[in-house]
């Protein structure tokens, strides 16, 4: 195995960079709360020079074709495939998530982004707009300049990808501040970037905890901010961003709803909540995890979810068989018991699990919660944990509008065989992202992100590309100018 202590703490100007004059990050590997690798928060003249590297690179960057930039970035994906191995294996030790999730989902979705916007890149144009008298406009897209990228533990090599691949095909550079408690996967990302061919300064990584990101956030030299966390980091940090009238994106937390109606196919519907609750020990933003059962087939689904949960492997992440680890960390855990507390004392039903496995890591089994009412905490609140909370209800109506009972709208899913209702309740739920007869699905050429609370823009598909370019007009004159006097 790989040691996973980097080469240095942050990636600036197109090389490592050390500065040990910042905080000390202690890097914890989940599955044994063993300390594997250590860090230091970026100090004001690391995150300067990020900056002024990310400033004269953008130039550099944007000057080349966006062939020439697409080139670099489908590069940078092949080698992140052939690299995928060793990459999901450091996503593993960063987050605890079983290899036999890390090898399918994270270097391989961050490939598929960079080779989707790096082939998107060579087409990013204006448009003609033609006027009266042969009078016309026409349209540049141009990048924003400098952009923030700012990440959440569950997902370091996607995130620092989604993020990252929009951004450079536009021609921008970016300074990308992964969180402090997973800190190790977005330098490979910049690192496999530089040898792929990005000029110095494009793509850039510092850590820190939150202060490093109100720091980039805050500098005159950032054009945008992309975050993804929390709704209360993305209220300070929006604020923040509004004050010098950055672009931003948003991708936030929820708590999504998840219908399963009396008709549904009832082995699919137990598989999407399985994976909708708890897949990557349920870290997920998107997860279902209120999951409205229709009274007819509620017995049913819940004996079956216990029979098929009773084949769960929970064990050591880098056992390839394992499919279920550890939490990111104890604190978390922690966050995620006191919801199992709350849950027990506001009344809910504990079906399985609930409690700490004897073991070391964090480890918390897959959690189910029958009779769930909507004033419960454990049915209002993100957990961001393997919590899911089952609730009954009796018909469409009610059930749609109990879905929608909430500030969050991140997700939604639908599970019905009958195709009127399908596409009738979906089309109700307030969501950016919606699922039928399936969940949790997030490919790249599909826009990911959240109504209401849980956010702003989306990620992926063409529609990134609003997010990190905006339009310039030119308005030409075939004719003499007309003036009153
Ligand atoms: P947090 O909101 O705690 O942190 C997110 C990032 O923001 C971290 O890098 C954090 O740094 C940084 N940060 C914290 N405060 C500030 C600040 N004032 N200014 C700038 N940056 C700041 O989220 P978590 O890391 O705990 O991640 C879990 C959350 O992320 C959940 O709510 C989840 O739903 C959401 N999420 C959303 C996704 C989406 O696509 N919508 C996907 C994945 C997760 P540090 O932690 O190092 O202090």
Not at 66 to 71: A, F, K, S, V, Y
Not at 153 to 162: E, S
Not at 263 to 285: H, P
Request: glycine share 10%.
């Amino acid at each position: 195995m790989q040691d996973p202590q980097p080469t240095a703490s942050h990636f600036v100007n197109g090389a490592y960079l050390e500065d040990t004059a910042g905080t000390p990050i202690d890097v914890v590997y989940p599955a044994t709360g063993a300390v594997i690798a250590r860090v230091h928060a970026a100090t004001p003249a690391v995150i300067d020079a990020a900056l002024d590297a990310a400033v004269a690179g953008q130039k550099v960057w944007a000057a080349m074709t966006g062939t020439e930039r697409g080139r670099i970035l489908r590069r940078a994906a092949d080698m992140m495939r052939d690299r995928n191995r060793a990459l999901s294996e450091l996503e593993t030790l960063d987050t605890g998530k079983p290899m036999q999730e890390t090898l399918v989902v994270d270097a391989t979705s961050g490939a598929d982004a960079l080779e989707y916007f790096g082939g998107l890149a060579g087409s990013l144009t204006g448009e003609h707009i033609p006027l009266a008298g042969g009078d016309f406009v026409y349209t540049r897209r141009v990048p924003l300049g400098v952009c923030v990228g700012i990440g959440a533990w569950n997902y370091p090599t996607q995130i620092a990808c989604w993020k990252g691949a929009p951004a450079l095909a536009c021609g921008n550079a970016m300074v990308f501040k992964p969180s402090e408690t997973t800190p190790l996967c977005a330098l490979k990302v910049a690192e496999i970037l530089h040898e792929a061919g990005l000029p110095a300064g494009v793509y850039n990584v510092v850590q820190g905890m939150g202060e490093v990101g109100g720091a980039l956030v805050t500098d005159p030299r950032v054009a945008k901010v992309s975050l993804t966390g929390s709704v209360p980091t993305g209220r300070k940090v929006y604020a923040a961003a509004a004050e010098g009238m950055k672009h931003v994106t948003m991708e936030l937390g929820g708590k999504s709803p998840m219908l399963i109606f009396d008709d549904a196919d009832l082995e699919n519907a137990v598989s999407g909540a399985i994976l909708g609750n708890f897949y990557s020990s349920g870290q997920v933003c998107s997860n279902g995890t209120r999951v409205f059962v229709q009274k007819g087939i509620k017995d049913a689904f819940l004996a079956r979810l216990s029979e098929r949960l009773a084949h769960v492997k929970i064990g050591d992440p880098m056992d390839e068989t394992v499919s279920f680890g550890p939490m990111v960390s104890e604190r978390q855990m922690r966050i995620v018991e006191g919801y199992v507390d709350a849950g027990l004392n506001e009344g809910a039903r504990l079906v399985t699990g609930g409690k700490q496995l004897a073991r070391e890591g964090f480890y918390l089994p897959p959690t189910v919660f029958a009779d769930v009412t909507d004033d419960m905490s454990i049915a209002r609140e993100e957990i961001f944990g393997p919590v899911m909370a089952v609730l009954d209800f009796d018909d469409e109506a009610e059930a749609i509008a109990r879905a929608n009972d909430t500030p969050f709208g991140l997700a939604a899913g639908v599970f019905t065989q009958d195709i009127t209702r399908a596409h009738r309740v979906i089309a109700a739920l307030e969501a950016g992202t919606g699922y039928i007869n399936t969940y949790n699905l997030a490919p790249v050429e599909a826009p990911f992100g959240g109504t209401k609370a849980s956010g702003v823009g989306r990620e992926n598909s063409k529609l990134a590309i609003e997010h990190y370019s905006e339009m310039r007009s030119v308005y030409v004159a075939m004719n003499d100018v007309e003036a009153p006097y």
